[in-house]
């Protein structure tokens, strides 16, 4: 008897051991998950920042201090004094979450986009003062120059429609929700029809997202298939880049961030085959090599830079770091001083 609990005990730690060795992912929030709903499937990026918690964190707090004067300077502007007072919103205090989706691809002449923001809204003095600005622009603008702005009434909902190289519109769903993007998608949104049309129906995004580690504050999903030849065009027109191959191999990214005492990273890369997910492999370790060499003669830098891993792991490529305030205050230093070589990285 004796010997057998000993054998439960040693298969239960073991147990937990596996599980503590595999790769944790955070909850998406139930929130977020609801609003991604009223994305629509065909955005190619999805972004997401929980800008109150990344504020409150003691990181977020710490790295906060370090623009409390230029903060402060720019709230007793009389300008911006009165902007605060004419819209009620203060982006520091008022914006809390921000969700994005966008489809940019090589022959699109303008992105397509679809934006959610939680908060404290007053809808009456933003729109009087979006009213009052379009009004003092057409006075000095031709009629001609400035984009369409009127509003409508759609199922009960006001919606305020800006006509310029296609129909957006923006509504407020509520006090707390502000939403924004093609008209027919915000109609969409009030109609209730998006569930069966949003991008939790696209594949490709789904499987992307099931591998973000940090769910709850900061992320960014993209399909970049589309894009990526094209940037590689335009990177590899510039002679000291070797990296044409690899940049067009890349056919999905995701990066997360968790920020608290410190900042948590993670990235990943997805190419096409292993081949080019080596080159890619060795494009950004020499491209944090070059940051190192920037800093070679400070022996701190140097050790804060070997914090950052890049990995490759069948076709992806992987990053993470562990950040804290003491990294980003030598990296903005390095900058300031290194401004052209750390630009490269």
């Not at 998608?185 to 209730?192: H, M, N, T, Y």
């Amino acid at each position: 008897m004796q010997k057998n609990k000993w054998l439960v005990l040693v298969l239960a730690v073991v147990m937990l051991a596996v599980g503590c060795s595999k790769t944790k992912t955070t909850a998406l929030p139930a929130a977020v998950d609801q609003h991604l709903a009223w994305i629509p499937q065909a955005v190619n990026s999805v972004a997401y920042c929980d800008m109150q918690s990344m504020r409150q964190s003691e990181l977020g707090q710490a790295l906060k201090k370090d623009f409390e004067e230029k903060i402060a300077k720019l709230r007793r502007d009389r300008d911006f004094q009165e902007l605060l007072e004419r819209t009620g919103f203060d982006i520091e205090k008022d914006l809390h979450t921000v969700l994005v989706g966008f489809h940019a691809g090589e022959h699109d002449s303008l992105p397509r986009f679809a934006f959610v923001a939680a908060g404290n809204f007053d809808e009456q003095k933003i729109v009087n003062t979006i009213n009052t600005m379009h009004d003092s622009l057409e006075k000095v603008h031709s009629e001609h120059d400035m984009p369409e702005w009127r509003t409508e009434t759609y199922n009960g909902k006001t919606i305020y429609v800006i006509r310029e190289h296609g129909e957006n519109a923006f509504y407020f769903a509520d006090a707390h929700t502000f939403v924004a993007g093609d008209k027919d998608w915000v109609q969409a949104i009030i109609d209730g029809k998006t569930a069966n049309q949003s991008v939790k129906q696209n594949a490709d995004f789904v499987a992307l997202l099931n591998k973000v580690r940090f769910k709850e504050q900061c992320w960014l999903v993209a399909n970049t298939s589309e894009v990526m030849e094209k940037m590689a065009r335009e990177m590899g027109e510039h002679r000291d880049f070797k990296g044409t191959r690899a940049v067009k191999a890349v056919q999905g990214v995701m990066f997360s961030a968790q920020v608290g005492q410190k900042a948590a990273l993670y990235g990943e890369a997805v190419c096409d085959n292993e081949e080019n997910s080596k080159l890619l492999v060795d494009a950004a370790k020499g491209a944090l090599a070059t940051a190192k060499l920037a800093v070679s003669d400070d022996r701190e830098a140097v050790d804060m830079l070997n914090r950052i891993n890049i990995e490759m792991h069948g076709t992806a490529v992987q990053f993470n770091a562990d950040l804290d305030k003491a990294f980003f205050d030598k990296m903005r230093e390095k900058v300031e001083k290194h401004g052209k070589s750390m630009a490269m990285f």
